[in-house]
T-cell receptor, first 119, second 113 residues
């Protein structure tokens, strides 16, 4: 149980185009999903918290107009990288908490990640 | 100072060795703590939660010292398959509700024959 599916696994796109990444909770509902970015040899950095039915909460320094987040259902959140540039090339990972109201010592489940390369 | 600090390594150890990793965190209000394992170019996977009383899962033992804001992971009888990056992760409750996971940069372990 507690599977998070993320697609695509990798994508190569041209500079200036937009890329959509999907994150689905397959066997549970997730009112909150999280989007992270990881550059080579660096730690995962939280970009934004996606809340079902409301606006996402972005971390400081993350452009909300560039990284559009939509969490329209309890099982799907999408991240769209708009007008992508080479510096946006990174490993993007989503995660969700498997149980609503779970104890705080319950771990999070991660998607398999999307490796984005902008050329 | 980083919120979660780890020695990046790499730690190269022979198969069968016992190895320990340490992690310190700066937010004294942090609520829960985890060790995750991340293989190269893959997503992190939960290894174990960390409790103040210490907890063990097979060859892995985790310890938490809240007073010192220090977390440790001990791996006994290392296997080649233990080679990975080990991430120290801290969960904090945010003002106004919600949780936030903060990741350390990870400690790389290489187990060799």
């Amino acid at each position: 149980g507690a599977v998070v599916s993320q697609h695509p696994s990798w994508v190569i796109c041209k500079s200036g185009t937009s890329v959509k990444i999907e994150c689905r909770s397959l066997d549970f509902q997730a009112t909150t999903m999280f989007w992270y970015r990881q550059f080579p040899k660096q730690s995962l950095m939280l970009m934004a918290t996606s809340n079902e039915g409301s606006k996402a909460t972005y971390e400081q320094g993350v452009e909300k107009d560039k990284f559009l987040i939509n969490h329209a259902s309890l099982t799907l959140s999408t991240l769209t990288v708009t007008s992508a540039h080479p510096e946006d090339s990174s490993f993007y990972i989503c995660s969700a908490r498997p149980l609503r109201g779970a104890p705080t010592n319950y771990g999070y489940t991660f998607g398999s990640g999307t490796r984005l390369t902008v050329v | 100072r980083k919120e979660v600090e780890q020695d990046p390594g790499p730690f190269n150890v022979p198969e069968g060795a016992t190895v320990a990793f340490n992690c310190t965190y700066s937010n004294s209000a942090s609520q829960s703590f985890f060790w995750y394992r991340q293989d190269c170019r893959k997503e992190p996977k939960l290894l174990m939660s960390v409790y103040s009383s210490g907890n063990e899962d097979g060859r892995f033992t985790a310890q938490l010292n809240r007073a010192s804001q220090y977390i440790s992971l001990l791996i006994r009888d290392s296997k080649l398959s233990d080679s990975a990056t080990y991430l120290c992760v801290v969960n904090s409750i945010l003002t106004g509700g919600g949780n936030k996971l903060t990741f350390g940069t990870g400690t790389q372990l290489k187990v060799e024959l």
